[in-house]
Antibody, heavy 121, light 106 residues
Framework: QVQMVESGGGVVQPGRSLRLSCEASGFTFSGHGMHWVRQAPGKGLEWLAVIWYDGSKESYADFVKGRFTISRDNSKNTLYLQMNSLRVEDTAVYFC??????????????WGQGTLVTVSS | QSALTQPASVSGSPEQSITISCTGTNSYSLVSWFQHHPGKAPKLIISEGSKRPSGVSSRFSGSKSGNTASLTISGLQAEDEADYYCFSYGGSATWVFGKGTKVTVL
């Protein structure tokens, strides 16, 4: 069955970096675009970034552009999110999600359970 | 694109029907809807505006009129109490969620 497991979350000081991973199984990872989404405490879901199935293109929400980098290793069935210059407001549960279809009609059909990132001094 | 607009909360009694609106969608994009129970992974319940994935109850239905998409839950049940989010293509290879609607079953 389709499964995605995030890891790499934890407590980090403001200004530091953290890399999240999302290991996928149960489907052809190299055939799907992948997204990162987060949810801050008490807040709603927030779209962060997407990477194309072959890693040829990436796109980001304006508020993380230049600080976060999405990447993937299709040989390892793994998605990454490199987060630099972290801020207190980046504290959130971070989810990876599989993209099904194409823009503008595609959707996120499977999600991981999420990994908690806490940015605090 | 800024977040899509949803009502903060909607409530209903068991067996009633409720509708959640999502405004600000592009005319060319189709909306997805997610159900999210706290502490769990969000679950896709509607894709492409009105398609239900396999295994999703027929009590959930989606529609769109103009730049407003809607999710209707019929025959409201206790397990439907959750947060619901719309999701749409925002243009220029970006996507956007609605701010979320908390559904309470009275």
């Amino acid at each position: 069955q389709v499964q995605m497991v995030e890891s790499g979350g934890g407590v980090v000081q403001p200004g530091r970096s953290l890399r999240l991973s999302c290991e996928a199984s149960g489907f052809t990872f190299s055939g799907h675009g992948m997204h990162w989404v987060r949810q801050a405490p008490g807040k709603g879901l927030e779209w962060l970034a997407v990477i194309w199935y072959d890693g040829s293109k990436e796109s980001y929400a304006d508020f993380v552009k230049g600080r976060f980098t999405i990447s993937r290793d299709n040989s390892k069935n793994t998605l990454y999110l490199q987060m630099n210059s972290l801020r207190v407001e980046d504290t959130a549960v971070y989810f990876c999600a599989r993209f099904l279809g194409g823009d503008p009609t595609g959707t996120l059909d499977y999600w991981g359970q999420g990994t908690l990132v806490t940015v605090s001094s | 694109q800024s977040a899509l607009t949803q009502p903060a909360s909607v409530s209903g009694s068991p067996e009633q029907s409720i509708t959640i609106s999502c405004t600000g969608t592009n005319s060319y994009s189709l909306v997805s809807w997610f159900q999210h129970h706290p502490g769990k992974a969000p679950k896709l319940i509607i894709s492409e505006g009105s398609k239900r994935p396999s295994g999703v109850s027929s009590r959930f239905s989606g529609s769109k009129s103009g730049n407003t998409a809607s999710l209707t839950i019929s025959g409201l049940q206790a397990e439907d109490e959750a947060d619901y989010y719309c999701f749409s293509y925002g243009g220029s290879a970006t996507w956007v969620f609605g701010k979320g609607t908390k559904v309470t079953v009275l």
